[in-house]
């Protein structure tokens, strides 16, 4: 069975601090991709990383994809208070299905 | 911006009875999925859905559960016979193609189910 572990669960920090969230596996995936979801709304796709060691980044955030593909993380710089929110990481599969993290509920304090 | 939409946004149910909830996907796109998340629980893959028949289901996708693409637009999920601990949000998401790089998934805002 397919796990991602996802860490933390929750961060509470000052604007303008910068953070990183870790997604883990001992499987490999064919792609992983990110999500922030919004309470009683569904998620919605922020970046896919297919290739190992790939680096994106959309405006302060940064996603990479481990060389082995088991693992990610996402960085996000002077972290503002419209970045508070739910952060998922998924895993996709050779189904086409994807393997969720639990999430990593992140609060940035004005 | 083409989204994935879903109707009821909440249905509240009483135990025993059925319930449809739907979606419509991308127009363009070939497969089709849904998912559940019980409240403060992470989401969970039910099924997935590809030219006319379910290619993949996980275990929670039992018989009372049951998926439909009745006129090539909408996809719906039906739940016979509801129980208290099917209370959840239900996402429907879809995808353009297998061969899209990453599998990109475009999820609809969910239906909130509860079941009293």
């Known amino acids: 069975t397919q796990l991602l572990e996802q860490s933390p669960q929750f961060l509470s920090i000052q604007e303008g601090e910068n953070l990183t969230v870790y997604c883990n596996s001992s499987s490999v995936f064919s792609s992983l991709q990110w999500y922030r979801q919004e309470p009683g709304e569904g998620p919605v796709l922020l970046v896919t990383v297919v290739t190992g060691g790939e680096v994106k980044k959309l405006k302060r955030l940064t996603f990479q994809f481990g060389d082995a593909r088991k693992d990610s993380s996402l960085h996000i710089t002077a972290a503002q208070p419209g970045d508070t929110g739910l952060y998922l990481c998924?895993?996709?599969?050779?189904?086409?299905?994807?393997?969720w993290g639990a999430g990593t509920k992140l609060i940035i304090k004005p | 911006e083409p989204e994935v939409t879903q109707t009821p946004s909440h249905q509240v149910t009483q135990m025993g009875q059925e319930v449809i909830l739907r979606c419509v996907p991308i127009?363009?796109?070939?497969?089709f999925y849904w998912y559940r998340q019980i409240l403060g629980q992470k989401v969970e893959f039910l099924v997935s859905?590809?030219?006319?028949?379910?290619?993949?289901k996980s275990e929670i996708f039992d018989d009372q559960f049951s998926v439909e693409r009745p006129d090539g637009s909408n996809f719906t999920l039906k739940i016979r016979s509801t129980k208290l601990e099917d209370s959840a949000m239900y996402f429907c998401?879809?995808?353009?193609?297998?061969?899209?790089?990453?599998?990109?998934?475009?999820f609809g805002p969910g239906t909130r189910l509860t079941v009293l």
């Open positions: 859905f590809y030219n006319n028949e379910i290619s993949e």
């Open positions: 998924a895993g996709g599969d050779s189904n086409y299905q994807l393997i």
């Open positions: 998401a879809s995808m353009v193609t297998a061969a899209t790089p990453g599998n990109e998934q475009f």
């Open positions: 127009s363009n796109h070939l497969y």
